[in-house]
C-alpha cells in the first residue's frame, strides 16, 4: 500500500500564476481532506470531498480555490491567480470513512507551494 | 462547529521526565480523538487515539486519557527521549460525514 500520495512535492509558481496540487488516497480510502500549514503553525482545514462530491468547503476561499476530486483519478486542489499569501504546505489526508464514524485520517507528504 | 484548544503551545522537558499536552473540546459530540506528531519538514503522522467509550488509552511510553463530562483529553509522554522532539497535534471529530479540527499544536522539545 502506497499510502497517501501526493504530487508535486515541491512547486515554485511567480505571482498570477496557477497552482495545481495531486493527491491520491490510499488504496480503499474514498473521502480526501485538504489542509493548510503555514511555517510554524497549525493545520487549517480547507475542504472535505468524496468521490464527485464537496461534503464540506467551510476552510476554503471563496475566490481563486477550488478543489475536485473526479471518479477516476486525483483529487486536484487548484489555486488561480497565486499571491505570496498562499505559499504553504499544503497536505492532503485520506480516511476509510463510513458513515457510522469509524474514520482514521492518514496524510501524504504534502506539497510545498512558493510564490515568488 | 468543533473548537479544539491546546496547551501548551510550546514544552520543554529534559530526557526522561514526562510530558503531557492538553486539549479541550467544545462539541459534546465529538467522538474520535487522535494524536498526531509532526517532525520538522515531515508530514502528520498518527500516534495514539482514543474513542469516546474508553477514558484511558496507552501504548508503550504513550498515553492518552479522556474526560468526557469535562471535555478534555490529554497526551502523555513518559521517559521522553530526543527523538520525541516534534511537533504535536490533537484533534477531534464527530465521526459521520465530518471533518477533523486540529489543535494549534504544542513544539516539543527534549533535551539530551
Known amino acids: 500500500n502506497a499510502g497517501v500520495m501526493q504530487n508535486p512535492r515541491h512547486l515554485v509558481r511567480r505571482r498570477g500564476q496557477e497552482a495545481r496540487l495531486r493527491c491520491s488516497p490510499m488504496?480503499?480510502?474514498?473521502?480526501v481532506y485538504w489542509y493548510r500549514q503555514l511555517p510554524e503553525e497549525g493545520l487549517k482545514f480547507m475542504v472535505y470531498l468524496q468521490k464527485e462530491n464537496i461534503i464540506d468547503e467551510s476552510g476554503m476561499p471563496k475566490e481563486r480555490f477550488s478543489a475536485e476530486f473526479p471518479k477516476e483519478g486525483p483529487s486536484i486542489l487548484r489555486i488561480q491567480q497565486v499571491v505570496r499569501g498562499d505559499s504553504a504546505a499544503y497536505f492532503c489526508a485520506s480516511s476509510p470513512l463510513s458513515d457510522s464514524g469509524a474514520n482514521v485520517l492518514t496524510f501524504g507528504a504534502g506539497s510545498r507551494l512558493t510564490v515568488l | 462547529g468543533e473548537n479544539v484548544e491546546q496547551h501548551p503551545s510550546t514544552l520543554s522537558v529534559q530526557e526522561g521526565d514526562s510530558a503531557v499536552i492538553k486539549c479541550t473540546y467544545s462539541?459534546?459530540?465529538?467522538?474520535?480523538f487522535p494524536w498526531y506528531k509532526q517532525e520538522l519538514g515531515k508530514r502528520p503522522q498518527l500516534i495514539i487515539d482514543i474513542r469516546s467509550n474508553v477514558g484511558e488509552k496507552k501504548d508503550q511510553r504513550i498515553a492518552v486519557t479522556l474526560n468526557k463530562t469535562a471535555k478534555h483529553f490529554s497526551l502523555h509522554i513518559t521517559e521522553t527521549q530526543p527523538e520525541d522532539s516534534a511537533v504535536y497535534f490533537c484533534a477531534a471529530t464527530p465521526g459521520g460525514f465530518n471533518k477533523f479540527y486540529f489543535g494549534s499544536g504544542t513544539k516539543l522539545n527534549v533535551k539530551p
Open positions: 488504496k480503499g480510502h474514498s473521502h
Open positions: 462539541d459534546s459530540a465529538s467522538n474520535y
